[in-house]
């Protein structure tokens, strides 16, 4: 019986070799197949949805977005004031953002600002598929971002 079931595993073993799961250059995250997008850096990201609502156009006086430097710093307007502040990238697409700042114009909008930052606050991984950046915390979309540019 052991040398049955040793057989089987050196068989197992050698045929995961030979027929990977992944055949193509892509790189995956669990069984999607993440397609090659924007970069994260240098990329003028359109806000479009909070917390998997989407952004009325009507709600922002201004476009709310957001620009990541290769410096660690970013910068963005959240439909009525503009902001900027720092972020760290760390392994397996962890993100975190320090305090921000913006300026201090009071519009009707302000409220959807205010939950526009927050999520930035709370987000701690992001994706980006083709042109679409999400951002998330514990893998649940609470901010979601195209490429404008």
């Not at 049955?4 to 069984?31: D, E, Q, R």
């Not at 201090?104 to 927050?118: M, S, T, V, W």
Request: aromatic letters at 10%; a positive charge; charged letters at 15%.
């Amino acid at each position: 019986m052991k040398i049955v079931f040793a057989a089987f595993i050196g068989w197992f073993t050698l045929s995961m070799n030979h027929f990977p799961a992944n055949k193509s250059n892509k790189p995956t995250c669990g069984n999607l197949i993440l397609r090659a997008g924007a970069p994260l850096t240098k990329t003028h990201w359109k806000l479009v949805q909070l917390s998997n609502v989407p952004v009325p156009v009507n709600k922002a006086a201004n476009e709310m977005y957001i620009v990541f430097k290769d410096d660690g710093t970013v910068s963005g307007n959240g439909g009525c004031n503009n902001f900027s502040g720092t972020y760290l990238v760390g392994k397996n697409n962890e993100i975190s953002f320090g305090n921000m700042v913006r300026t201090n114009i009071l519009c009707p909008e302000i409220n959807f600002e205010e939950k526009y930052l927050n999520a930035l606050a709370k987000a701690d991984h992001y994706m980006i598929i083709e042109d679409t950046l999400s951002l998330q915390r514990q893998f649940i979309s609470v901010a979601k971002f195209v490429a404008v540019n």
